[in-house]
């Protein structure tokens, strides 16, 4: 159910001009007869492959005049005052006839693959086993049919494609590309719930520009951090979300600005990290929420600091389950445990809070996306892991509850913005964006 | 215009393919141009002075030369200033990390900073807006596919083993590729091989997006992440899980460089096991290989391969561009690895040493033998470049040389191959 939901919605969002011969990406291949499976009745025809290329095969027998097509060789013949009987073709029945590629490695070489028509047959003959004398000028490709050729030549370098999310490509490879890691892609089983509520993303895009151009203003933001301590920190923190709300993503800009700090690594590497990470970590751990810094202090600060991550689902959820890897191995054994431990413990309390009747409407798909899921990851063993299995059903629509919160849920659009995704993201695609995270946890683990 | 006359380019490349001396290239380099007489931030030369003095100081251990230039060059430095300013930066740092044999430390400091500021969405930002914005990842993707495509074509089971750090930006048209081609699409298994931990902490999100994308296209898929190595040359065979009805293609991607030099040799044996339908590789062209031993001759090639880098890098992104400034930090951290830390320190280490297309040759040469890539595939390759900005081109080298080179202002810059057993 949920692919045909997928097929449906991905047709629906591909706009492309039709050219003949070629399938859009993203509509799953329907198995239709294969091509060269004939009427068992019918006469199987073998031409050479000189008579195959030959272009004028149907010949007058008055004058021998070839002509490329019967008909055109019909029209000449009543030119010549045939006789009445001679001008019609003969009225015995003909039997259908059905023709087999000369090449021998060619799958429509057995009669049983045989194609129906000449033109086909030629057609295939000169595509498959031809050499390509036609070529395009603007792309390059080449064609071996004059008409495939011509056709192409039409549509080249006009069509366009878009993808879900808005964008558009004049490139079908980076179509495809963009296509396969679009966060719209991730989202389309929820297609059915997104509500109204559109959240442009354009402004997005030029935040970068505005922080690059003064990039020292970025750090004086962040002062008021640098030199405090531990407790200080989360207080400056919690303050520095007010000071995020109305700025999308500069989430993602401030953790590049936050690796500028040892920009006086030339003079003395070891001072100057040793200096900065503890004020780099409360930054970034604030953006991500459940970044865990490489101080032992910081473990308090996590337990604190964890009811933003909840609100950030959509970064932190993958965050979640990668944070293991992010860290050298001596750090890895004693704080995952504590971090996980601490957000599960959060969503198990906040549980009990919501009822779970909103369950059945989101989850309804999701249910078959989770066992999906589970047998998609066969790499589980391989891949390090300190996370309890404890994310259920309950915890999902918990975590659509969670946000509701008006406050956190501004930010998660916002956020979403920085991400990269599309024009339509709306706060129940946020939702639902971050449902679809943790089944991916379930079936991960 | 540089990539309409493929006859110009392979005329082009006959000397430069031929020498490996770094010399040649660096003395045209300060004569005054690459070639092209464009000024682009090369106008008076004085980072590569410096910079190359400074190389020299510290191979002579002149101590109070040393300093002199390190101050000189720390003053007009710049991360963010012009390409000059940018490679004087980046290069200092590794100068300075190779005077104080701090280069260990200092790659670990910026390599855990650059994992604290990475996450799915980051990483894939940068990647395909480079991809958008120049063909140096596209082109080895789209004519290591073609490759792979073609000496997998009837195959009913495949299994590529990819060991890049591309987050598998490869395969959605390869996929798509499988889905259209034929009637019969294959089932294909990946096995991606990650080492790096700014990648392996993003795979989960990637498998996800493979595997949702293959549902979508209609190709039985089956995605696997080998993450538990740390080294590229502890890759085994039975880590791999290869079927005996598989039919294999290893896709390396900017992977064999990683490898430790005397890893390499063994590694390729043990692709040669795997009995492999076909090996592809794609490559930086850069030799810091065999100068390993002499630093200011591998100084001075590095100082070459990453000032056409990060000129490109300046050309083909905006000025203001994150990602290019994301790149040139993934620069920075290569460049000290190769200049300021010691190879094989212990035994499971991974560095940067590349090597060019001639050189890979001749070590795949021992086991495999190199497959040609099709006219189409040359097609493909050449309308790609068509796709991008004025400035690129493609070499197909003659005599005894494999695979195809991407030019960048007529130079060699990255190389693809393909192998069969």
């Known amino acids: ?445 | 215009m540089y990539n309409n006359n493929n006859n110009n380019n392979l005329h082009h490349h006959h000397q430069p393919q031929i020498s490996h001396t770094s010399t040649s290239r660096s003395s045209d380099y300060s004569a005054g141009g690459s070639g092209d007489g464009e000024p682009s931030g090369t106008g008076n030369k004085w980072a590569s002075r410096l910079l190359k003095e400074c190389a020299r100081a510290i191979s002579d251990k002149d101590s109070s030369k040393i300093h002199h230039l390190l101050w000189m060059l720390n003053e007009l430095s710049s991360p963010y200033g012009d390409c000059d300013q940018k490679l004087a930066s980046y290069f200092l740092q590794a100068l300075f990390c190779k005077a104080t044999e701090s280069g260990q430390r200092c790659f670990n400091t910026l390599t855990s900073v650059a994992e604290k500021s990475h996450s799915f969405d980051s990483a894939r930002k940068l990647i395909l807006k480079f991809q958008e914005v120049s063909p140096w990842t596209t082109f080895g993707h789209l004519a290591a596919n073609g490759a792979i495509l073609e000496a997998l074509d009837g195959e009913p089971k495949l299994h590529i083993i990819d060991i890049s750090n591309t987050l598998c930006t490869q395969w959605p048209t390869l996929l798509e590729a499988l889905a259209t081609r034929n009637d019969d699409t294959p089932h294909l298994k990946l096995t991606v091989v990650v080492t790096a931990n700014i990648v392996r902490s993003v795979m989960k999100e990637i498998s996800q997006r493979m595997e949702k994308f293959a549902r979508l296209m209609g190709v039985p898929f089956e995605f696997n992440v080998i993450t538990g190595l740390n080294h590229l040359g502890g890759l085994t065979k039975e880590a791999l899980g290869v079927l005996e009805d598989e039919a294999v293609a290893v896709n390396c991607i900017g992977a064999l460089r990683r490898v430790t030099v005397k890893e390499r040799a063994p590694l390729i044996q043990m692709f040669r096991s795997l009995g492999p339908k076909v090996v592809t590789v794609v490559e930086e062209e850069a030799d810091f290989s065999s100068t390993r031993y002499e630093f200011v001759k591998c100084f001075e090639e590095c100082l070459r391969f990453y000032t056409l880098y990060f000129e490109m890098l300046e050309e083909c992104f905006t000025p203001t561009s994150n990602e290019k400034l994301m790149l040139e930090r993934e620069c920075s951290r290569s460049i000290v690895r190769v200049l300021a830390c010691e190879d094989g320190q212990d035994n499971e280490s991974e560095c940067e040493r590349r090597e060019r297309g001639s050189q890979w040759s001749e070590r795949l040469k021992e086991a495999f033998s190199p497959v040609g890539f099709s006219d189409d595939v040359a097609d493909d390759v050449k309308a790609l470049l068509k796709r991008y900005k004025a400035g690129w081109g493609l070499a197909q080298p003659h005599q005894n040389e494999t695979g195809l080179y991407l030019t960048w202002k007529e130079e060699s810059v990255v190389w693809v191959s393909a192998w069969k057993p």
């Not at chain 1, 933001?221 to 303050?239: C, L």
């Not at chain 1, 101080?295 to 933003?308: C, I």
């Open chain 1, 1 to 445: 159910m949920l692919e045909t939901m997928a097929e449906e919605s991905i047709s629906n969002g591909f706009m492309m001009n039709p050219v003949s011969g070629s399938n859009p990406p993203g509509v799953a291949k329907k198995k239709r007869n294969l091509p060269g499976t004939p009427d068992p009745e019918a006469e199987v025809i073998a031409l050479s492959p000189k008579t195959l290329m030959e272009t004028n095969r149907f010949l007058c027998e008055i004058c021998g005049k070839g002509f490329q097509r019967d008909q055109n060789l019909q029209l000449h013949r009543r030119g010549h005052n045939l006789p009445w009987k001679l001008k019609q073709r003969s009225t015995k029945e003909v039997r259908k006839r059905v023709y087999v590629c000369p090449e021998k490695t060619c799958v429509h070489h057995h009669p049983s693959r045989a194609l129906g028509d000449l033109t086909g047959i030629k057609k295939h003959f000169y595509r498959k086993h031809g050499e390509k004398k036609w070529k395009c000028e603007k792309c390059e490709k080449r064609y071996a049919v004059q008409s495939d050729w011509k056709a192409h030549s039409k549509t080249c370098g006009t069509r366009e494609y878009k993808c879900d999310c808005g964008t558009l490509f004049s490139r079908r490879d980076s179509f495809i590309t963009h296509r396969a890691f679009c966060d719209a892609l991730a989202e389309e089983t929820a297609r059915v719930n997104a509500a109204s509520g559109m959240h442009s993303l354009a402004a997005a895009g030029n935040f970068n520009y505005q922080l690059m151009g003064n990039p020292l203003d970025f750090s004086t933001v962040f002062k008021p951090n640098i030199s405090s301590s531990n407790d200080d920190a989360i207080d400056q923190t919690r303050r520095g979300f007010s000071l995020w709300m109305g700025q999308a993503s500069q989430g993602q800009e401030i953790q590049q600005f936050g690796s500028l700090n040892p920009g006086s690594i030339y003079s003395d590497p070891l001072v100057s990290t040793t200096s900065n990470p503890p004020a780099l970590d409360y930054q970034l751990n604030w953006v991500f929420g459940n970044m865990v810094s490489s101080g032992n202090a910081d473990d308090h600060q996590v337990t604190t600091s964890v009811s933003l991550p909840v609100s950030n689902v959509k970064e932190n959820r993958p965050q979640l389950v990668s944070v293991p890897s992010l860290f050298s191995t001596q750090h890895q054994s004693h704080q995952t445990p504590s971090f996980s431990m601490s957000a599960t413990a959060l969503l198990q309390k906040a549980a009990q809070i919501g009822a779970t009747s909103t369950e059945t409407s989101f989850l309804g798909s999701f249910g078959t996306k989770c066992s999906n899921s589970q047998d998609g990851n066969k790499y589980s063993d391989l891949y390090v892991s300190n996370i309890p299995t404890t994310t259920t059903a309950n915890d999902i629509s918990t975590l659509n509850r969670l946000q509701m919160y008006p406050t956190k849920r501004r930010r998660m659009q916002n956020e979403d913005g920085g991400g990269g995704g599309g024009e339509t993201r709306d706060f129940l695609g946020v939702g639902i964006q971050a449902i679809c995270q943790p089944s991916s946890i379930n079936g991960w683990l």
